[in-house]
């Protein structure tokens, strides 16, 4: 069970740091995402890094999980 932080808001995550939630929940992989948001894949990962530290999971996937209950991606 994906425990989530009480006080994570989509006020806490930037508009880039959404549109690579949204294009990971589309199934894309780094390569594509980074592809797509013309930047590189270390800077990709680098961000979805920060992203689970901010939100306080453990993965992408969790994160990804956290912006859909919520409806931001």
């Known amino acids: 069970m994906v425990t989530e932080p009480q006080d994570a808001g989509p006020a806490t995550l930037t508009e880039d740091e959404l549109a690579i939630l949204a294009l990971l929940a589309e199934g894309r992989l780094t390569a594509s995402v980074a592809a797509e948001l013309h930047l ?3 800077s ?5 890094r920060v ?3 901010r939100l306080d999971v453990a ?3 969790e994160a990804v999980v956290w912006a859909a209950r919520r409806g931001l991606v």
Do not use: F, K
């Not at 990709?44 to 979805?48: G, S």
């Open 40 to 42: 590189s894949e270390r």
């Open 44 to 48: 990709v990962r680098r961000r979805v």
């Open 51 to 53: 992203i689970c530290e």
């Open 59 to 61: 993965t992408s996937i």
